[in-house]
């Protein structure tokens, strides 16, 4: 039975301890400990300049703790390794794209398997295999000979989504994947979402201002202003006393839920 118990324990791919980063002069995070477990969908949310951005480039090994420590999968971040990097997939924030560029959808998603084989790893038949299955997971694949650069915002997203599933990863992190993009392909990129996290077992961390849309979908909500203000359910969360104190006098109860006034999307 004790063995049994033992197994069926979630195992943690993500774990903060008592962590602090600092950016030039800046406290970004301070004093976090948050665990994430494998197969999670989490929300991070929180105002502009909270750290939701800083706490995933921290993910990525992109910069190290000033105190406290973070351990990744099986090692602390500090000792990541490419085959450590190669299990992480990134959607960063939207950018301004040059609608002229010449590239084409199928090889703005191979360039997702960089990651796996090295920059200078000529793609090859299985590269491009994963690639085009990527494009058909989120629903892409006759489009992959289109130049990207033609695409609309919401199509674009898609794209970018997998080219960041061609890395085959286990936990995908998403920067704001719905800024900059209409109220209905906002709802069709989290959908698109939601189904990739449920049929290829992801654990996906989320960084958005958005509470409302987000929080009917993932497992846990996290509630970042420098310090941890709140981890776990949604409903345990979501509570006026709670959010008051991160976003002051700027939240406003809705019939339709929570309005922040003055947010938008920089992390």
């Not at 929300?43 to 706490?55: C, E, M, Q, R």
């Not at 960089?114 to 994963?130: C, M, N, Q, T, W």
């Not at 290829?200 to 009917?216: A, F, Y």
Request: proline share 4%; net charge negative; glycine share 10%.
């Amino acid at each position: 039975m004790a063995t049994d118990q033992l197994e069926q324990q979630p195992r943690q791919v993500v774990a903060f301890s008592e962590a602090t980063y600092i950016l030039g002069h800046t406290t970004a995070l301070e004093n976090i400990s948050l665990e994430i477990n494998e197969g999670e969908f989490v929300g991070i949310i929180g105002p502009n300049g909270s750290g939701k951005t800083t706490i995933l480039r921290a993910i990525l090994g992109l910069i190290l703790p000033r105190n406290g420590n973070l351990q990744i999968f099986d090692c602390a971040c500090e000792n990541l390794r490419c085959h450590h990097r190669a299990r992480i997939g990134y959607l960063p924030q939207k950018g301004k794209i040059d609608r002229n560029f010449p590239i084409t959808v199928l090889e703005t998603v191979i360039m997702g398997r960089y990651g796996v084989r090295g920059l200078f790893h000529r793609s090859g038949k299985e590269d491009i295999a994963i690639a085009l299955a990527s494009l058909e997971a989120v629903g892409m694949r006759e489009f992959q000979h289109h130049p990207f650069g033609q695409l609309s915002g919401g199509q674009q997203q898609r794209i970018l989504i997998a080219r960041a599933l061609a890395q085959q990863p286990q936990v995908l992190l998403l920067d704001e994947p719905t800024t900059g993009i209409d109220t209905t392909t906002q709802h069709t990129v989290l959908e698109l979402i939601r189904r990739l996290h449920r049929e290829l077992n992801l654990t996906i961390l989320l960084v958005t201002h958005d509470i409302n849309l987000i929080s009917p979908l993932v497992d846990q909500l996290v509630l970042l202003n420098t310090r941890l203000f709140a981890h776990g359910h949604p409903q345990d969360v979501l509570h006026y006393d709670i959010l008051s104190q991160v976003y002051g006098d700027e939240i406003v109860v809705t019939e339709n839920g929570y309005v922040i006034g003055g947010d938008s999307h920089h992390g």
